[in-house]
């Protein structure tokens, strides 16, 4: 169930900056880790791993966008933001965000996804 929106898509050359944002299209109470995959060109049947920040704060990002990309989350109203300077042709594709919702109410957290959102990146 698509329960989460990605937004800050777009085209950008080579060198420039774009940063995603990631909401939960609902009201909910928080939002816990979250992870940011994308789908490049030519391998659509694969979503690679670019960046994640877990319930206890811990950051991991792909070899290829650390030092270039930012995830960060901002609880008071549970977004995720991908910040991506220095893009590169290789970093066109789709993003999506995926994470574990809590809604209000005594039903746990449960896993939730966008629909993807699209970078292109021209050189």
């Known amino acids: 169930q698509r329960q989460l929106v990605e937004s800050g898509g777009g085209v950008v050359q080579a060198g420039g900056s774009l940063t995603l944002s990631c909401a939960a299209s609902e009201r909910i109470y928080s939002i816990k880790n979250m992870i940011w995959n994308r789908q490049v060109p030519g391998k659509q049947r694969e979503r690679e791993f670019v960046?994640?920040?877990?319930?206890?704060?811990?950051?991991k990002y792909a070899d290829s966008v650390t030092g270039r990309f930012t995830i960060s989350s901002y609880n008071a109203n549970n977004t995720v933001l991908l910040q991506m300077n220095d893009l590169k042709s290789d970093d066109t594709g789709v993003y999506f965000c995926?994470?574990?919702?809590?809604?209000?109410?005594?039903?746990?957290?449960?896993?939730?996804w966008g629909q993807g959102i699209q970078v292109v990146v021209s050189s």
């Open positions: 995926n994470a574990d919702l809590k809604k209000f109410g005594p039903q746990p957290p449960s896993p939730a």
């Open positions: 960046a994640s920040i877990n319930s206890a704060g811990t950051i």
